[in-house]
């Protein structure tokens, strides 16, 4: 059960790189009020749970701010066996979108964290703080980007000259660590959703190991080729079956969630 965890977070991860990777950068993409919920599938037919992205504004030192609010939870027979329920959240600057503040409160059957990062950019220093634990921790950061922050930050980025074979990197501060992350764009694809045909881009997943990033051939991440640039479909293949992703509804868009038609 620990490596299906270790899977589910690391498709979580990089499916928050892939979000951002092909969007341009004067266009608005997302939006206060921006809400996307995801249902969450062992090998496409057993309900595993859903998961949901909301997106709100916030006040932090008089200073308007993003607020984001990521929440996963088990349900049906997957939740007998293993309970998951997990909150999000990341504090982020309107234009810039550095974050200010996140905060990772979890329950995976028993495991149990809670956290806050507090980022300073004048003293480079992120703070970490872990209220079961209760303790403190300091660690060097210059450009990073928490968990959720990522989610928004790519996807104001430009690289519309995308090709096949490109890559995208990104560093991702989580659990008092920064990861390197690449994800290898491998092109477009039509796929069948529950709202119609999509336009999709495709992408597959480097992790650092040492200094070499090797390829997680298990890992594929699809997102839609519109302005909003969010995630369709996920998919992480396990030692049996697969774990899936894939868009169940959405509200709030900045743009048209476009729809290919016959």
Known sequence: ??????????????????????????????????????????????????????????????????????KGWTSGIIKWFFNVDDTYQSFFDTKTIKPYVFKRNINEGGYIINREIKFNYESKKATVLDFKLQTSDTIDINNVQDMMSAFYYLRNQDVSSLNIGDEIALDMFMDSEIYP???????????????????SL??????????????NESVTIWITADDNKIPIKLKASLAVGSLRAELDAYKGLANSFKIVYD
């Open 1 to 70: 059960m620990f490596e299906y965890m270790k899977k589910i977070t690391f498709l979580f991860i990089a499916f928050i790189i892939a979000i951002n990777s092909y969007s341009q950068e004067k266009t608005v993409v997302f939006k206060k009020g921006e809400w996307l919920r995801y249902r969450m599938s062992y090998s496409g037919f057993l309900k595993a749970g859903n998961a949901t992205l909301s997106l709100d504004t916030d006040t932090i030192k008089g200073k308007e701010v993003f607020h984001v609010t990521g």
């Open 181 to 199: 992350f690449k994800l290898v764009y491998l092109g477009e694809e039509l796929l069948k959703t529950r709202f119609g045909k999509v336009k």
């Open 202 to 215: 495709k992408f597959r997943p480097m992790v650092q190991a040492g200094r070499v990033f090797k390829e």
